[in-house]
């Protein structure tokens, strides 16, 4: 009986689990911070998001948003020195009005940076909100939606160490 | 041991285990969940849970027994399979293509169905495991087969060793003696006898387990724990034993004087009457070290033979606790038994003992002869609750006596006294 309500209460807890997707979450959550480079294929040469991102020699990041994330990004960007220092910073907003930030922030409404980059739509189908890493070679090695990247530039300083 | 007694056992063996189980996993949800990742937390899960039911099936399968701590089997895969994301987390250590030797820990996020499918395959894993077990519990004979020395010629004496021993105990006494055939069993639940974490240890449970090994006739010997066995065994088969030896009987009023004497004798068994979890997590410690702890063992308890000592870490916590709790602290009248037993009985006990005071065996004593039974107390001057080991010459001459003629020997004094044992 206590192994049959275990199995109960992990079956209620997967429904749950999966009922409390956000619209903003990869509707795939293997491809939704898989932890490791290259899950799927992804774009060799992407293209400028500024002149210096992507930069040959030199690892970059780039960061997708919404208007309504953007300022929290920018915000948790400037009190992070760490990934500064890791690799070439860009971010890319989905439109309304960019933030003032020292990191450089470019304006996406079409969406064609996103996909150049390899970042998957969400459960809504909006523009994704997570970020993309570029080796030092030019090449994007990991994408991912991370809705709450803002909170977590740790775990994105983390990928950018593993990536050449 | 009905099928009610058995259940509620089973109920209680299992509430610990789960507890653990359930606080570890909870750490472990919240560590996911406060990163935004419960998805990961459930494919770990499952795929860990189900490999290690796996395992466990196949290796009760094997055995032909069921596995002894399921749970940490199934949290230690789990643990397992989701160290990479401790790795990532705790020390930034981004995942890699090898880190799928940590069960597939990369690849099983990507299979159709994801979580939905890996929990399929655990309440798979989980049912098949489930039916075996059932399909091994009602094949399987019960009582299990005890591991038995015997020794000599002669007519049988039944020896049955004290809590936490092994018939190995028997082996000073064994050497010092002779004359008669020596059956000496490890009790279920220790030594090198099966430990069936569903059993109940208590006397009837142990008497089930000796019935096979009590020839017609037999003399039955037992030292502390085995004393309260061998006089509810020969209440139990009123008839076919002959005589007994109690051997440091612990013969106490009622359960709390039982409790606060077996409370003095030291840390361990102060936290086993308390159903202390520090209790059961050392004797799960000591297992766990076992190939370790048991050649220390002699050194921890220098005054018994090593391989007596060594036999003091050869139980389970099941089997430790409960003997202790069902057959020492709960035990019935060893007069009502020793009556019903309707057999000659020589207790024999050292004035020293202080495991198993000899007031309360005396109280016993008085007790039968008042109504005419046929029993005699010997007392060992100075010697303590390891009579069988120190004063083994004492216990051999009770035994030589009853051989000889069992109920001259308990008429011809009532109370004998030897001499101060050696120290």
């Not at chain 2, 061998?230 to 039982?258: M, N, Q």
């Not at chain 2, 003992?353 to 007392?379: F, Y």
């Amino acid at each position: 009986m206590i192994w049959l309500t275990a199995v109960a209460v992990l079956g209620v807890g997967v429904v749950v689990s999966r009922a409390s997707y956000g619209p903003l979450d990869d509707p795939n959550q293997a491809y939704q911070r898989p932890g490791f480079l290259d899950a799927s294929p992804l774009p060799a040469h992407p293209p400028q998001v500024t002149p210096t991102v992507p930069s040959p020699g030199t690892r970059a990041v780039v960061f997708f948003v919404r208007p309504a994330e953007a300022q929290g990004l920018v915000d948790a960007l400037r009190a992070d020195t760490g990934l500064g220092r890791l690799a070439r910073v860009a971010v890319v907003d989905s439109g309304g009005q960019l933030p003032a930030s020292a990191v450089p922030v470019v304006l996406d409404r079409s969406g064609g940076l996103a996909r150049a980059y390899g970042m998957r739509s969400p459960i809504d189908g909006g523009y994704p909100v997570g970020y993309a890493v570029v080796d030092s070679n030019g090449r994007v090695r990991y994408a991912t939606i991370d809705p709450g990247v803002a909170q977590r530039l740790t775990e994105v300083a983390t990928i950018v160490r593993a990536t050449p | 041991m009905s099928v009610e007694h058995r259940a509620s056992q089973l109920h209680r063996a299992r509430v610990w285990p789960w507890l653990v189980a359930v606080t570890i996993e909870a750490g472990l949800f919240t560590l996911y969940q406060l990163e935004g990742a419960r998805y990961h937390w459930f494919v770990h899960f499952f795929v860990g849970a189900s490999v290690a039911l796996a395992v466990m099936t196949a290796w009760s399968w094997r055995t032909r027994r069921p596995v002894a701590h399921p749970l940490a089997w199934v949290v230690a895969a789990h643990i397992y399979a989701m160290f990479p994301d401790l790795l990532f987390d705790g020390v930034g250590i981004a995942h890699h293509r090898w880190m799928n030797v940590f069960l597939g820990h990369l690849w099983v996020h990507f299979i159709p169905g994801q979580d939905l499918t890996w929990y399929g395959v655990f309440v798979v894993a989980l049912s098949a495991y489930l039916l075996w077990l059932d399909h091994l519990r009602s094949v399987q004979t019960y009582p299990p087969t005890l591991k038995v020395e015997q020794w000599g010629q002669g007519p049988p004496v039944v020896f049955l060793h004290g809590l936490g021993a092994s018939s190995r105990y028997w082996g000073t006494l064994a050497r010092t003696s002779g004359g008669y055939r020596g059956i000496a069993p490890d009790l279920l639940g220790f030594g090198r006898s099966p430990k069936p974490p569903w059993a109940s240890y208590d006397a009837t449970c142990h008497i089930e387990s000796l019935d096979p090994l009590v020839p017609q006739g037999a003399v039955v010997v037992g030292h502390s724990t085995g004393a309260i066995l061998a006089a509810a065994l020969a209440e139990s088969f009123p008839g076919r034993v002959r005589a007994l030896v109690l051997i440091g009987l612990p013969g106490f009023a009622d359960a709390d004087e039982a409790r606060q004497a077996v409370s003095r004798l030291g840390l361990l068994a102060r936290l086993t009457v308390k159903a202390s979890p520090l209790g059961w997590a050392a004797c799960h410690l000591a297992h766990v070290l076992g190939p370790l702890v048991v050649p220390l063992a002699p050194l921890v308890v220098p005054e018994l033979p090593s391989e007596v000592a060594s036999d003091y870490l050869r139980h389970t916590w099941l089997s430790y606790s409960r003997t202790l709790k069902e057959v020492v602290i709960a035990q019935r009248a060893v007069d009502e038994m020793v009556l019903a037993a309707r057999c000659p009985v020589v207790f024999v006990h050292g004035s020293a003992d202080r495991a198993a005071p000899l007031a309360g065996v005396r109280a016993i004593v008085a007790k039968l002869q008042e109504i005419g039974a046929p029993v005699r107390l010997v007392v060992s001057e100075g010697g303590d609750h390891q009579l069988a080991l120190r004063r083994p010459d004492v216990v051999a001459a009770a035994l030589s006596d009853l051989l000889a003629s069992p109920g001259a020997s308990v008429e011809k004094a009532s109370e004998a006294s030897s001499g101060r044992a050696p120290r």
